[in-house]
């Protein structure tokens, strides 16, 4: 089976069209692809949870873009149609921050406007604006390896308490193609399952786990060097630029994602903050 994250990957080693597997394309800053699973035999052929997939692919995210900025309302505006028009927002960073390519997550993470708190803090003359903002809260909680808890149960726990309306979980993903290695988004809205793509499988986050509904986002940071040359070892690598592609992509799934939850704030805004 291929290592991939990317339902656009699963759908191109398929020989034909598959029943209930629909694609269609957009964008302008992005080359967008969405793809909607329905039923059990979509499903089973492409290896995907039923549900709808976008694919955002565009210039390497390691560098800064012209258009960053329309960029980041683009990834915006592709987020916006999975989040519930109201309720808390609890972002994930999935992750290891001391290795480098998987440390997206926690990267983005450490990067979003939290807001939960600010209702309970605020007084009555104080500024109308902050009252306005959408409840967010972030958390990073690290690997098993690290703490001895399982991503999914400390996420549900921490749910159980605070009761979002949706999680948002944030990962680095694994692809088969070098030229879509650091130049990928990929949203949906059927969770995510941390470490599938490099065959290191932990419980997945989705809405049948958590109780809660998911949307997995995520950018592919390795690649198997199985795709490169049969004589080559199999490995699992990264860009030469991970550390730069880390930041970079950090920085602009951030701003996305606290632009899609607090639409009066534009991207200079945010960006300063």
Sequence with gaps: ?????????????????????????????????EISVQGKQAEEFLQKPEGKYITLQ???????????PEMAEEFAHELKQFLPPEGLVFVAGLGNENITPDALGVKVAGKIIATRHLRSELKQEDEPFLKKLRPVCALAGGVLGQTGIESAELIQAVSEKIHPAVIIAVDALACT???????TIQLSNTGISPGSG??????????????IPVIGLGVPTVINTKYFHESVPEMTVAPRDIDRLIQQAAHLLSCGINM?????????????F
Excluded: C
């Excluded at 899609?260 to 300063?272: F, K």
């Design 1 to 33: 089976m291929n290592r991939t994250d990317l339902a656009l990957e699963s759908l191109s080693a398929l020989p034909e069209s598959v029943p209930g597997v629909h694609q269609s394309e957009r964008g302008k800053f992005f080359h967008i692809t």
């Design 58 to 68: 565009g210039e390497s995210l390691s560098g800064f873009s012209a258009h960053y």
């Design 177 to 183: 193609s070098p030229e879509r290695l650091g130049k």
């Design 198 to 211: 490099v065959a290191n499988h932990r419980t997945a986050l989705t809405v049948e786990t958590l109780g």
């Design 260 to 272: 899609a939850l607090q639409p009066e704030m534009h991207y200079a805004d945010i960006a300063n």
